[in-house]
């Protein structure tokens, strides 16, 4: 029963997925190319969104655009890759129907695989990789590639978690683990590695020591993003409390987190959208902390 508990943490609707939208705003090789400065323009845009609902209202005409760029250009993997980002910040986030979450995530996966076979033929044979296969050939990306390999990472995670009845898909956790910390490696990008941290943090604490968690790894990630960013990601706080003060009972510092979070100004350059969401997420928390310790 434990570890189901722990694993349904893949399906809350948190600031999991919107993550993202900071770690590929710091991404311009990938989407500069599009079409100049439109998508590195909406992405900022979008960061900068007091109005979660304004971000859910309009996006999907840009997926859509996004979209007649891959047809009209189904080998680009700049463009593929670009498509895969969005469609995972959106499914992830936004998305409150199963069944919707489901194909946008398939779609996103689907991009970023496309993307990466494309530039690295290898990748191409990823499924059908042991683990340890699959961490030696991971070894050979380059790190002009490090942004692919990150949209790939998030994209996964945001599959997994529509799909998280799929025990194939859970299986999958190890591996996407590994890709995050290949790019902490080779990413020639540092502007936005707190939210990298944060998904680390996550995957430490998202299964039980017994299946491979790590608890105080995870701490030390969530710390690290939170230092990192200088406390002005939130949602860094906010993950923190679910994924290790919650499961381990620490109420003290659970609360220490949340009201932190509560008590603090989301206008940020880069976070203000997670951090208006993390604030509501924060709040939520606190409210059902009585009914869980």
């Not at 009209?72 to 895969?84: H, M, R």
């Not at 799929?166 to 790019?183: F, G, Q, T």
């Not at 940020?268 to 509501?280: G, M, Q």
Request: hydrophobic share 40%; aromatic share 10%; proline share 4%.
């Amino acid at each position: 029963m434990g570890m189901i508990k722990k694993y349904n943490l893949i399906k809350r609707k948190s600031t999991l997925s919107l993550l993202f939208l900071v770690v590929i705003a710091g991404c311009s090789p990938i989407v500069s190319n599009i079409t100049d400065n439109l998508a590195s323009n909406l992405t900022a845009a979008v960061l900068n969104q007091a109005d979660p609902e304004i971000v859910r209202d309009g996006a999907p005409a840009y997926l859509l655009l996004l979209d007649s760029f891959i047809e009209g250009n189904p080998a680009n993997p700049n463009v593929l890759s670009s498509a895969a980002d969005l469609y995972a910040s959106y499914a992830g986030i936004f998305v409150e129907d199963d069944s919707r979450s489901k194909i946008l995530s398939k779609r996103a996966l689907d991009y970023s695989k496309h993307a990466l076979c494309l530039i690295y033929k290898s990748s191409c044979q990823w499924d059908s990789y042991s683990y340890d296969d699959y961490v030696s050939d991971l070894k050979n990306i380059k790190p002009k590639y490090a942004d692919f390999i990150l949209t790939y990472s998030i994209s996964s995670l945001v599959y997994i978690r529509a799909h998280s009845e799929d025990w194939n898909a859970i299986a999958r956790l190890p591996h996407i683990e590994a890709s995050l910390e290949h790019y902490l490696k080779i990413s020639p990008n540092k502007a936005n590695l707190d939210s990298v941290y944060t998904y680390l943090g996550i995957l430490s604490t998202l299964r039980p020591p017994a299946l491979g968690g790590d608890f105080e790894k995870g701490k030390m990630y969530f710390e690290k993003a939170i230092d990192f960013s200088d406390g002005d990601n939130l949602s860094a706080k906010v993950e923190y409390a679910i994924g290790y003060a919650r499961p381990l009972y620490d109420r003290e510092l659970h609360d220490q987190l949340l009201n932190e979070v509560i008590s603090s100004d989301p206008l940020k350059e880069n976070y203000t959208l997670i951090n208006v969401l993390a604030i509501k997420q924060a709040q939520n928390l606190i409210e059902t902390a009585d009914d869980y310790f």
